[in-house]
């Protein structure tokens, strides 16, 4: 009898294992897919280091591919609009000693980042230990659409997600996106100084909330579902 009791119960034990082993594995989704509001602040000519200037409202739509618990890739489309007045400023441009110059231009920036987190995302659950709450890095490349001009980016940046239901996320990304253009606030080289690549160009960040939902679940197939 006592043979036939564990018997039976390591048989059951047997039978819940692939059970938890899939549940722990559907918690992982390949794919994300969300949209972000906040604020898009402009750095350039008009202003030079205040993050609390010339504040747009700004957006996005993105997609987020997850490599693993760990290392994602971001492709996202952004959109909002970088202000600014020459009268704010102190100093006086050679071009435009008058400094009568105002800008408002709409913006759009496409771009893909690398994502790194400082710890396994995931629900919490399985032999992978990974957290619901993890800090990243980012960096990637992208384009941007200003006032007409076309110029590269480079956005620099980190960010906070949080996963609150098992298909469910939302957090906080901040980005610096550092452009090849000095265009973006209408005015090129107001000290009459000749530069290259990304020194003296203008830029802008973006600071944005955001959800999105889980797709594509890994390892279903892997589990005969």
């Keep these: 009898m006592i043979r036939r009791l564990k018997t039976a119960a390591l048989a059951g034990l047997m039978a819940l294992l692939p059970m938890s082993t899939v549940h722990a594995q559907e918690l992982e989704y390949a794919l994300e897919l969300g949209a972000m509001a906040g604020a898009m602040t402009y750095f350039g000519d008009a202003n030079y280091a205040n993050p609390l200037k010339n504040i747009n409202a700004g957006g996005a739509l993105f997609g987020r591919y997850n490599l693993n618990p760990r290392m994602s890739l971001k492709l996202d489309l952004a959109f ?22 105002k800008f408002s231009n709409s913006l759009v920036d496409v771009g893909c980042q690398y994502e790194l987190s400082f710890w396994g995302y995931g629900s919490g659950a399985g032999y992978k230990g990974s957290r619901r709450l993890t800090p990243y890095i980012q960096i990637g490349l992208g384009t941007t659409i200003c006032g007409g001009d076309v110029a590269l980016n480079l956005p620099i ?65 892997c589990n005969n579902e």
């Design 157 to 221: 940046g980190i960010g906070l997600k949080y996963k609150f239901a098992p298909r469910w996320n939302a957090g906080i990304d901040w980005a610096i996106r550092f452009t090849t253009s000095d265009k973006l606030d209408k005015i090129e080289d107001p000290y009459r100084i000749v530069s290259t690549g990304m020194k003296n160009k203008d830029s802008y960040s973006m600071l944005m909330l955001y959800i999105s939902y889980d797709l594509c679940p890994k390892y279903r197939k």
């Design 80 to 101: 909002g609009k970088v202000s600014g007045d020459a009268m704010t400023i102190d100093n006086r441009f050679p071009a435009n000693p008058e400094q009568q110059w």
